[in-house]
């Protein structure tokens, strides 16, 4: 709850907090994504340990009521945004007019209560479209929520929209199980640990695939022992101070105005 409250607070100054990582600290925010389709893969992943995000689907069978009950549970929630070449009632796509775009994000979000962010299923196309994105951070920054961007493409230029009004923001470092094998994934989560102690924070992303959920269940218990610190996404948004990692932009920054500040 008070990683939530922080959240509130950062969304309301409108301004990006200039909060460093601690010297020394690795942090690590998790975030399962395609949520709402299975109730058992749902449940299994509901009942992994710590602070884990959960991104739902809003054209799932499963979304409203998984919402609620992640609520319930104290998790945080974010509504995982269909975008092209994603398809479906929901799905943005190029050329779309905006009162149609915000129409389906109204409808996406009416299906996962509770949540306090978004970040966008699969979107390679649509996160490259500079008009949808900027209406989109704006739209965003109105109704005090935040944006995860997934990076599903080099091209995306969303995190860099979010950064340009100061949007509580965070981008996606690695992809955990884009090979599905447990040999696979574990080898992601320990690239992650590794980037988190090189660069102080990393940020990944999952999926709840029976593998994936196998090597979590075993090793993020581990964390901790590893010098891991996991956080609450909020908690990573202020200590990156929407940045990105560094590799992205310059030094985690897009915006040419804001990186020379």
Aim: aromatic share 6%; charged share 20%.
């Amino acid at each position: 709850m008070r990683y939530l409250l922080l959240a509130l607070l950062y969304l309301m100054s409108g301004v990006a907090l200039a909060a460093p990582t601690q010297p020394g600290k690795a942090y690590l925010t998790l975030i399962i994504d395609d949520l709402g389709q299975n109730p058992a893969r749902d449940s299994r992943t509901l009942a992994l340990p710590g602070p884990v995000t959960l991104a739902i689907m809003p054209d799932t069978p499963h979304a409203t009521d998984f919402a609620r009950q992640a609520h319930r549970a104290g998790k945080t929630v974010i509504l995982h945004m269909p975008m092209d070449p994603a398809t479906g009632p929901y799905a943005w796509h190029p050329g779309t007019p905006l009162p149609e775009l915000e129409r389906r994000l109204n409808a996406a979000l009416d299906k996962v209560p509770y949540a306090v962010g978004i970040n966008n299923h699969m979107g390679s196309r649509m996160t490259a479209e500079p008009v949808a994105m900027a209406w989109l951070m704006g739209e965003l920054q109105r109704r005090g929520l935040f944006f995860v961007d997934s990076r599903t493409s080099a091209a995306t230029v969303a995190a860099k929209s979010a950064q340009d009004i100061s949007l509580a923001s965070v981008s996606r470092d690695v992809f955990l199980d884009d090979v599905r094998t447990t040999d696979a994934i574990a080898g992601q989560l320990q690239q992650g640990i590794a980037l988190a102690r090189k660069q102080g924070t990393a940020v990944l992303i999952g999926h709840p695939y029976p593998q994936t959920l196998e090597v979590l269940e075993r090793e993020l218990p581990k964390l901790k022992a590893q010098g891991i610190e996991w956080i609450e996404i909020a908690q990573m948004i202020a200590e990156r101070g929407n940045r990105a990692m560094p590799a992205h932009g310059k030094q985690g920054l897009y915006s040419p105005a804001r990186a020379a500040q």
